[in-house]
């Protein structure tokens, strides 16, 4: 039976980290103040901006403050929590303490009468060739239980290796057609119109991309919408313009709440 409720806020792209302590205190008051006012909260993945294990919680103060935020929500409202390409280790440990509530990658739910698929989006960027070969590798059973057996600090190391590289190729990426590098690391029509057919949908609600919209999008004789989700960064303003959203979605229909100046 799919989730079924009469409003909802979706989220996706938090990006955790001690070192983005404004984006974390946004996030804190979200879970105390925005969230509780739907009847459930979907997460679609990258709520850290990366997760080595479960068993990492119980040494860092900051992840045992995100999971009594979360724990806090999900006493009030129903919190649903979708794997990222960040942080697709998030085990039952987690979930548990927390008390959300796992959905595979990709689930349909219904808000206010509406179906919606639903999903973190890094697995419709088809263009990127490379990572969906990593992706392939690295959400092997066998391979995640062989990570989660080694030492924390090496896990860490790994993590940030992989985080540091992922920085490179970006940069290098970017330094050449913007076009062509936009069109590389964001979902292609394709696989979108290849999702929305296997589900029967036209609704669809993504994250992964920190490209926030609402498309009205057609491949041949196919329709859909699809909802993009923006990613959270309040810490960097030089960077970037300050970014926190939600979609919501109730009897009144689907948009976006701006977060960032509240």
């Known amino acids: 039976m799919i989730p079924q409720y009469s409003s909802a806020l979706l989220i996706s792209d938090i990006h955790l980290t001690p070192s983005m302590p404004l984006t974390a205190q946004r996030f804190f008051d979200f879970c105390e103040k925005?969230?509780?006012?739907?009847e459930a909260v979907f997460i679609l993945g990258d709520l850290f901006e990366y997760w080595v294990g479960d068993d990492t919680s119980s040494s860092s103060p900051f992840q045992q403050e995100v999971l009594s935020a979360l724990a806090n929500l999900s006493a009030k409202t129903k919190t649903y929590y979708v794997h990222g390409?960040?942080?697709?280790?998030?085990?039952?440990?987690?979930?548990k303490k927390t008390?959300?509530?796992?959905?595979?990658?990709?689930?349909?739910?219904?808000?206010?009468?509406?179906?919606?698929?639903?999903?973190?989006?890094?697995?419709?960027?088809t263009a990127d060739i490379g990572y969906q070969i990593f992706r392939g590798i690295v959400r092997k059973p066998w391979i995640q239980k062989?990570?989660?057996?080694?030492?924390?600090?090496?896990?860490?190391s790994i993590a940030n290796r992989l985080r540091?590289?992922?920085?490179?190729?970006?940069?290098?990426?970017?330094?050449?057609?913007?076009?062509?590098n936009g069109m590389r690391t964001n979902v292609t029509l394709e696989a979108c119109a290849a999702i929305m057919k296997k589900w029967s949908m036209d609704k669809l609600i993504h994250g992964h991309t920190h490209l926030p919209a609402h498309h009205h999008e057609q491949l041949g004789q196919q329709t859909w919408q699809r909802w993009v989700?923006?990613?959270w960064d309040l810490d960097h303003p030089v960077r970037t313009v300050p970014r926190a959203s939600a979609l919501s979605i109730n009897n009144q229909g689907v948009h976006s709440i701006d977060l960032s100046k509240t």
């Not at 925005?34 to 739907?38: E, S, W």
């Not at 990570?147 to 896990?155: D, E, G």
């Not at 540091?164 to 062509?180: E, I, L």
Request: a positive charge.
């Open 164 to 180: 540091s590289n992922r920085h490179t190729q970006y940069q290098h990426s970017a330094s050449k057609s913007t076009a062509r």
């Open 229 to 231: 989700l923006s990613d």
């Open 99 to 125: 008390g959300m509530t796992l959905l595979a990658d990709p689930s349909l739910i219904e808000i206010a009468g509406e179906k919606y698929l639903v999903c973190h989006g890094d697995s419709l960027c």
């Open 85 to 95: 390409n960040r942080d697709f280790l998030i085990g039952h440990s987690f979930l």
């Open 146 to 156: 062989l990570f989660l057996s080694m030492p924390l600090n090496w896990r860490r």
């Open 34 to 38: 925005d969230a509780p006012k739907a």
